[in-house]
């Protein structure tokens, strides 16, 4: 299962700091902005680790492990077509990532691809933009954390589906 702890802790964290200290002096926006950055960061890595396990799984050429390895480091963006999907297709081809799509919860799978989509478009806000003395509207942490859930519960979907599939193993906690 995928590492969520710590992102949990950090988003409880800075949702916390945004609650006890006042807006008049930006930190609010300051921390809401870190924990959508912070939670994008999570999901990039989350997708990268499981790739990576797909190739640990099923490759025997270390050259062919290594190949993955420099695709996810070319990689940016954790959007489901264009990023993860993408590395799906060239590691285990378009047949099993179709499989796989049929096998998801559609509910689960549609929430998933609509958050980060939603996300992406709130993280390149925020990326390209800093904090000054304009008002800015940015969700407050406790709202990323619930996209926090709407993802991690995908990512944990994809997941067991791929283990179901013999595509990755159960990871050890």
């Given at each position: 299962?995928?590492?969520?702890?710590?992102?949990?802790?950090?988003?409880?964290?800075?949702?916390?700091?945004?609650?006890?200290?006042?807006?008049?002096?930006?930190?609010?926006?300051?921390?809401s902005k870190l924990a959508?950055?912070?939670?994008?960061?999570?999901?990039?890595?989350?997708?990268?680790?499981i790739v990576l396990r797909?190739?640990?799984?099923?490759?025997?050429?270390?050259?062919?492990?290594?190949?993955?390895?420099?695709?996810?480091?070319?990689?940016?963006?954790?959007?489901?077509?264009?990023?993860?999907?993408?590395?799906?297709?060239?590691?285990?081809?378009?047949?099993?990532?179709?499989?796989?799509?049929?096998?998801?919860?559609?509910?689960?799978?549609?929430?998933?691809?609509?958050?980060?989509?939603?996300?992406?478009?709130?993280?390149?806000?925020?990326?390209?933009?800093?904090?000054?003395?304009?008002?800015?509207?940015?969700?407050?942490?406790?709202?990323?954390?619930?996209?926090?859930?709407?993802?991690?519960?995908?990512?944990?979907?994809?997941?067991?589906?791929?283990?179901?599939?013999?595509?990755?193993?159960?990871?050890?906690?």
């Amino acid at each position: 299962m995928l590492e969520h702890g710590q992102i949990i802790k950090t988003l409880e964290q800075l949702n916390e700091l945004h609650n006890t200290n006042p807006s008049s002096d930006g930190q609010q926006e300051f921390y809401s902005k870190l924990a959508l950055l912070e939670l994008c960061g999570w999901i990039e890595e989350c997708m990268d680790e499981i790739v990576l396990r797909i190739a640990q799984k099923n490759l025997r050429e270390k050259e062919n492990i290594e190949t993955i390895k420099e695709m996810i480091d070319k990689n940016y963006g954790f959007e489901y077509k264009k990023n993860f999907r993408k590395l799906l297709i060239i590691l285990i081809g378009i047949v099993n990532v179709e499989k796989l799509e049929q096998q998801l919860k559609q509910k689960v799978f549609i929430q998933f691809i609509s958050t980060l989509d939603s996300l992406k478009k709130r993280r390149n806000n925020e990326a390209h933009t800093y904090i000054h003395g304009t008002t800015r509207i940015i969700d407050a942490p406790s709202m990323t954390r619930k996209y926090f859930h709407d993802v991690y519960n995908g990512l944990q979907e994809i997941e067991k589906k791929m283990q179901a599939m013999g595509l990755i193993d159960k990871k050890e906690s």
